[in-house]
């Protein structure tokens, strides 16, 4: 995997900070989300799509199903998530506000290159 995800500061005042299940399964998607359109088993992804199942979550994070379930739970109750189930043995999630959270490598580059200097010139 390549790249970064950008995590703003004003996530500790999002509702579920402080649930660590919740927290961990969402940053985790966050993380696993696509960055860019692409074709995964077939099926055409967006930016801020991924592929995935609770059974995989469980074991990559090492938290149990039920637990996993219920933080996506939360997720979806709380707007952040869609999840679809287009076949039995996965789930489409869909991070509803990622163009939010993550910011393009265009923007990102107009950002670091029009930062101003700091006052080395003044005398």
Do not use: C
């Not at 940053?27 to 088993?41: D, E, F, T, W």
């Amino acid at each position: 995997m390549n790249g970064f995800v950008s995590l703003h500061r004003k996530i500790i005042d999002w509702e579920w900070y402080t649930d660590a299940d919740t927290f961990r399964v969402f940053i985790h998607l966050l993380m696993m989300a696509n960055h860019a359109p692409g074709k995964v088993r077939g099926i055409q992804l967006k930016r801020g799509q991924h592929i995935t199942s609770i059974v995989r979550i469980s074991e990559t994070l090492n938290i149990t199903f039920w637990r996993v379930r219920k933080a996506l739970e939360r997720l979806k109750e709380g707007g952040e998530v869609i999840i679809e189930n287009p076949a039995n043995r996965y789930s489409l999630v869909t991070i509803v506000k990622y163009e939010d959270y993550q910011i393009s490598e265009v923007e990102s580059i107009k950002q670091t290159t029009l930062k101003p200097h700091s006052n080395r010139n003044k005398q």
